[in-house]
């Protein structure tokens, strides 16, 4: 029948001091020596191929429309849904009906079919399938209350997803009250049983310390098998340990593998701390150049902390020829997400007019996309 992986409300519980810890780790940033207006790049030459060392054109730094400038929102809480049954080709299993309709969208189709199996079987993953529907509203009135009922009858008969589905509502206090004991219980249950997304967040609570007793050397054993499984969250939180010896022995070049790994798979955190772990040569050998690449793949994600240091970058020319225009571009943007920088106010204040209205110019369709701060 059907397999509910991982759910996208694994990434719903945060550890945010590790990242904050991270984000904020001092970069070797020399300013210029002086501040004379910079003169501007000139063109560089035509690569064939793509170099590590990308150079900064002004085209890249200052897009028509900030397509990625906006902040993406947290994921819905519509979860995909998988098969570990077979495809309806092999000898002797039936056609996954229903998977195949939820996969389609066609979650009327699909309910249909779980409650046959339901009915006619018993089956968990069925009933499992229908807390899911229930629980997101998907070709159904959403009802957490019917939901976490789907949800407890697959758990009774073993289903390891909906363990850790119906430990998450109850997180969340949805169908029910909040009962974080409950949800520990079901999340160490479904880690047992090999639930990645379970593993990863009974691991925050053993390192949140409030549910359950603080243990990183638990939380590293748990955060482990879910980064082999390939879990970025894992990944990323593991290398938080790793870096400061927590539970785990202080390993930075470990931490930066697994910060590089967390990043290759697009975890925006990941994503900045990996190209401060590269610019400092921190458990990897330094590369300025390829820290920028990063800076800037975060820098356009949204994330303001990436944005101040390829700025501070961009005006000191580490890595990359300066460009006060884009450092200017840059600075703005994540001075309007909440990261302040004095002597970037300074750098600017300094430059000639020209330069900081083209980087003021350049700002302004990022800034209009931005959410307002609350």
């Known amino acids: 029948m059907t397999r509910i992986p991982p759910s996208l409300a694994l990434v719903a519980m945060v550890w945010p001091a590790a990242s904050v810890a991270w984000a904020q780790a001092p970069m070797e940033i020399t300013p210029p020596a002086a501040q004379p207006a910079p003169a501007k790049p000139s063109k560089p030459p035509h690569r064939s191929t793509g170099a590590a060392k990308p150079a900064p054109a002004r085209a890249a730094e200052e897009p028509a429309a900030p397509a990625t400038a906006k902040p993406k929102p947290p994921p819905a809480t519509t979860k995909r849904v998988g098969t570990s049954g077979g495809s309806a080709g092999e000898s002797g299993l ?81 169908g029910g009250p909040r009962d974080r004991d409950v949800a520990a219980t079901l999340l160490d249950r479904a880690a047992k049983l090999g639930h990645v ?88 050998a330094k590369d300025e150049a390829g820290a920028v690449a990063w800076f800037r793949k975060a820098a356009r994600k949204g994330s303001p902390i990436a944005q101040n240091r390829l700025a501070r970058i961009l005006a000191a020319g580490r890595g990359v020829p300066a460009d006060a225009v884009a450092a200017t571009k840059w600075h703005l943007i994540a001075k309007a997400g909440g990261e302040s920088d004095p002597w970037l106010d300074a750098f600017v204040a300094n430059l000639k007019a020209a330069d900081r209205e083209a980087g003021e110019k350049a700002a302004k369709p990022w800034l209009a996309a931005l959410p307002p701060r609350t």
Request: without cysteine.
């Open 197 to 284: 997304g379970a593993s990863y967040n009974l691991a925050l609570l053993y390192m949140e310390g409030e549910q359950l007793e603080r243990d990183f050397g638990r939380a590293a054993e748990l955060l482990r098998k879910a980064a082999d499984a390939g879990s970025p969250e894992a990944q990323y939180a593991l290398a938080t340990l790793h870096k400061e010896g927590r539970g785990v022995p202080k390993d930075p070049a470990e931490a930066t593998r697994l910060l590089g790994a967390a990043a290759r798979a697009g975890n925006l955190d990941a994503e900045v701390e990996y190209a401060i772990v590269l610019f400092n040569g921190t458990g990897i």
């Open 94 to 174: 039936e056609p996954d009906l229903a998977f195949a309709a939820y996969e389609e969208g066609k979650y009327l189709t699909a309910f249909a079919e779980a409650t046959r199996r339901v009915n006619q079987k018993g089956d968990p993953k069925a009933m499992t399938l229908l807390g899911e529907l229930y629980a997101n509203g998907s070709g159904v009135p959403n009802d957490d209350q019917k939901a976490v009922a789907w949800y407890s009858l697959a758990t009774d008969r073993g289903d390891r997803e909906a363990m850790f589905e119906l430990a998450m509502l109850r997180l969340a206090g949805r």
